[in-house]
């Protein structure tokens, strides 16, 4: 099967294609702005084009007519993190194939674009308004959440919308060493080993709005403001730098 992934958020859309590739898929073509999706389709053959509909503040729910008449054999699933009657009608009326819920499990959306490469159609119902899937019990990444400090939320929101490390620093204020620093507790706390896999997590759990980077997890607080303990599981442990062990 071969996929086109667009999405505007870099780490996202690359994190979707590595769990792609892993799954036996053909990724021919990443892209982060509609056009350059569009401009792909009329390039290469894709089987399914996985597409989000919103790119910041702005919605490219216009350009769906053009996305799907640029190859026509291509099936197009949308990517949405909110699903309303307006982009359903909108979807249908371009011919989508389907749509898909950005806080679903990885599982979930394989599932969703291997029925639409199958010739299913996957849409919501028209009514009731599709309302969003309620949020999953807190799960031990959402628990360990409750461990990072402010900062390092704020450091885990920035990987989430894709910033590097210099980007990341100059956006909090601080030196690029202790952006690195903190960087690095953030991974030791959610157990991973990349910044690719911590923000993975982060969207897979609904820690971190994807569309956003907005902090969606709620993190008991106490009355200095600073999250309260709850026994969480003990992420695996790993060596920090000595320079890090007491950064904040």
Not at 81 to 98: F, N, Q, S, Y
Not at 122 to 148: E, G
Not at 152 to 170: F, I, K, Y
Request: net charge positive.
């Amino acid at each position: 099967m071969r996929v086109l992934i667009c999405d505007h958020h870099v780490v996202f859309a690359e994190s979707l294609a590595h769990l792609f590739e892993s799954r036996g898929m053909r990724v021919v073509a990443v892209t982060y702005r509609p056009h350059d999706a569009i401009a792909a389709l009329r390039a290469v053959d894709v089987d399914v084009c996985l597409f989000d509909v919103r790119f910041g503040p702005q919605t490219a729910i216009g350009l769906l007519p053009e996305l799907c008449a640029a190859s026509p054999g291509t099936r197009v699933v949308l990517l949405t993190a909110e699903v309303d009657h307006v982009l359903l009608a909108a979807g249908r009326a371009a011919g989508v194939h389907g749509i898909a819920d950005k806080r679903q499990a990885a599982a979930d959306l394989i599932d969703v674009i291997d029925r639409v490469y199958g010739g299913e159609s996957v849409l919501p119902a028209d009514h009731p308004l599709v309302t969003p899937a309620p949020r999953r019990p807190a799960n031990d990444a959402q628990r360990l959440a409750s461990f990072l400090t402010p900062r390092e939320r704020q450091v885990l929101s920035a990987l989430v919308r894709g910033d590097d490390t210099n980007r990341l620093a100059r956006s909090l204020g601080i030196a690029a060493a202790t952006a690195r620093c903190h960087i690095q507790n953030v991974l030791t706390k959610l157990g991973v080993h990349s910044r690719l896999e911590a923000a993975t997590t982060a969207v897979r759990n609904g820690m971190v709005s994807p569309e956003t980077g907005a902090w969606l997890a709620h993190v008991p607080a106490g009355v200095d403001g600073t999250p309260i303990p709850s026994s969480p599981p003990i992420p695996r442990p790993r060596r920090l730098p000595p320079s890090c062990a007491l950064s904040r």
